[in-house]
């Protein structure tokens, strides 16, 4: 099985084009640390040893969606809801980028009240005065609405695939199916945003050949980003007495993720490091290449539940928490990066 395993890294060391089989074989692969170090050293060969940071803005709390997995979803009424002002919008992000932040991402349920104008407002704002890249993460819309945000200057979209299985996907977020995610994973790429996509790790009903098939319509679609952590059941969702991800298996996914993209920006996820304390340190150790620091206001952060426990609501604004990731990436042996942290391609484009 070692030799198995051996025989498929020096594959994708070469740059061979692995089978389903193969990363199966590898999500399965006997021995860890056989595959973290691999991992680790594809990031180290393709992206350095920098970080990057996006902080992130979670600006409305407010779903139109039912997700089965989800903290925010429409049926949840214990949930306090919020919406951001302009005004407060702008101010976060404004002090993301005084404390050094070179990319801003706007994350929210899927709230209609922000219309494809109000984002592109906001976004054209924020270019104007900062100089970040902008990520917009407000789940699915038209295309005329990611034209708009497009065209106003955002620079990526994440849009998770979240499971590659289609009657899984149409169960866990009613109303949604497989296909129109990947249709708008597709609009994205051919509006010119470098694209996010992801998944979760122990959703009830996933097993190893979902995870392999996840990793591989991440490959097909060229994605230049995997959001990739644990799912962590909540217990005001049909979903609360559910199992959820395990650290060790969601390492394994992000492991060979890198391994099998190797150009991509991975992160540490913040939900990786809510049922670990060492979480995203483990992470950047097995691939990944990015923290997504979370800078929205105090009062507003722990109400943005999509899971429980999540890690550094407390933190005050983007003048502790930067600091804060900052020494982790420093003791992990890594640098924080100081440039935007724009896909391989497009950083190539830029150079030219
Ligand atoms: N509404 C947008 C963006 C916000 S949700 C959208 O759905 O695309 C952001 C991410 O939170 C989702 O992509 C999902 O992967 C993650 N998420 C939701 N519920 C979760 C849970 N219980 N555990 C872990 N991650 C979760
Ligand atoms: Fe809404 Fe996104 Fe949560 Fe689904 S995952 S309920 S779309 S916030």
Wanted: glycine share 10%; net charge neutral; aromatic share 6%.
């Amino acid at each position: 099985m070692a030799a198995d395993i051996r025989s498929i890294l020096k594959k994708l060391e070469t740059g061979g084009d692995p089978s389903l089989d193969d990363i199966v074989a590898l999500l399965q692969a006997p021995n860890d640390t056989l595959l973290f170090t691999a991992a680790d050293a594809t990031r180290e060969r393709y992206l350095g040893s920098q970080v990057h940071l996006r902080g992130i803005i979670e600006f409305s709390n407010h779903c139109t969606k039912n997700c089965l997995y989800c903290g925010l979803r429409k049926d949840n009424r214990r949930l306090q809801r919020y919406r951001m002002s302009t005004d407060e919008i702008l101010a976060a992000a404004k002090e993301g980028a005084a404390a050094g932040l070179r990319t801003i991402i706007l994350q929210s349920g899927e709230d209609s009240f922000f219309t494809g104008e109000m984002l592109a407002w906001l976004i054209t704002r924020i270019k104007e005065r900062h100089d970040v890249a902008v990520t917009m993460s407000v789940g699915d819309r038209t295309k005329g609405d990611y034209r708009l945000m497009r065209k106003a200057g955002a620079d990526r979209y994440l849009l998770k695939q979240e499971t590659s299985a289609p009657e899984l996907i149409s169960r866990l977020r009613p109303g949604t199916a497989l296909a129109g995610r990947i249709k708008r994973l597709r609009w994205l790429k051919e509006l010119g945003f470098q694209v996010g996509s992801g998944c979760m790790v122990g959703l009830p009903g996933q097993d190893v050949e979902t995870l392999a098939d996840d990793i591989m319509l991440m490959r097909e679609l060229d994605v230049e980003m995997a959001g990739i952590g644990p799912f962590i059941p909540h217990p005001d969702t049909p979903l609360s007495n559910a199992k959820g991800g395990e650290v060790a298996a969601t390492l394994r996914v992000l492991a060979v993720t890198r391994l099998v993209l190797p150009h991509i920006h991975l992160p540490a996820t913040t939900a990786l490091g809510s049922i670990h304390s060492e979480g995203r340190e483990m992470a950047l150790r097995c691939g990944a290449n990015v923290v997504m620091p979370d800078i929205t206001p105090v009062q507003y952060k722990k109400l943005y539940e999509i899971y429980p426990n999540k890690i550094c609501i407390n933190e005050e604004g983007p003048a502790h928490c930067v600091p804060c990731i900052s020494g982790i990436i420093f003791r992990s042996g890594r640098s924080v990066g100081t440039g935007y942290g724009h896909s391989a391609a497009q950083s190539i484009e830029e150079q030219k």
